[in-house]
């Protein structure tokens, strides 16, 4: 299992400490916020970044340089522009595919029907590398109901597994933020993204 430390308004000296004590995978939303910090952290070569936030199609190119992982890809014109920029530019990345298991208005990414329907598509991307979902419940679930959104999100990736689409592997799971990971863990995750219980409350 992966810990993503999640830094976005974390400052670089506390960036710096987790990494001492450490840490090598780091979560951050936005691309702006991102290059600032990675141009304040240019003497640590091996962290592995992880963009959880949602993504511009304007900024794709951006992600790309900054970004090993992203999690947060939610529609299909975004990873065909994705795909062929990764393409032109070179790069590789480790990507997971954003689903909403339940309605959220408040979230990005695919509804689970909307999903299934774009795999063949998905499966002609060539160079992006799609290795699971990510999955973010809507607000106010108890922990039972919790436990079957994460449960419902491995089985849909089992479900996907199952189609033998060579360019999608469901490996991944990225699953889990402070208040509920104890349960995304027992239901599978293999990634979880923690701020709060590392780096204390953010402000705003
Ligand atoms: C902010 C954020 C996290 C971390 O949230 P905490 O509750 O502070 O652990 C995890 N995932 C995403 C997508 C986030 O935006």
Request: glycine share 6%; proline share 4%; net charge negative.
């Amino acid at each position: 299992m992966r810990l993503i430390a999640v830094t976005k308004q974390v400052p670089t000296d506390a960036i710096r400490e987790a990494y001492d004590a450490g840490i090598r995978d780091f979560g951050e939303s936005k691309i702006q916020e991102t290059a600032e910090k990675q141009s304040q952290l240019q003497d640590l070569p091996d962290i592995n970044w992880h963009l959880i936030g949602h993504l511009q199609t304007n900024k794709a190119a951006k992600a790309l340089e900054q970004f090993q992982w992203i999690h947060s890809l939610d529609n299909l014109k975004l990873a065909t522009r994705l795909d062929r920029l990764a393409g032109e530019l070179s790069f590789s990345p480790q990507v997971c595919l954003q689903v909403k298991i339940l309605p959220d208005a408040d979230k990005y990414g695919w509804s689970v029907p909307e999903l299934l329907a774009d795999l063949p598509e998905l499966n002609k991307c060539q160079q992006i590398k799609i290795q699971g979902l990510m999955a973010i419940p809507p607000r106010g679930l108890d922990d039972s109901q919790l436990l079957d959104f994460f449960n419902s999100t491995r089985e849909l990736a089992d479900k996907i597994n199952q189609q033998n689409l060579p360019q999608i592997s469901m490996q991944q799971l990225s699953m889990g933020m402070s208040g509920d990971y104890h349960l995304a863990i027992q239901a599978g995750a293999t990634m979880i993204r923690l701020g709060t219980t590392i780096f204390g409350s953010r402000i705003g």
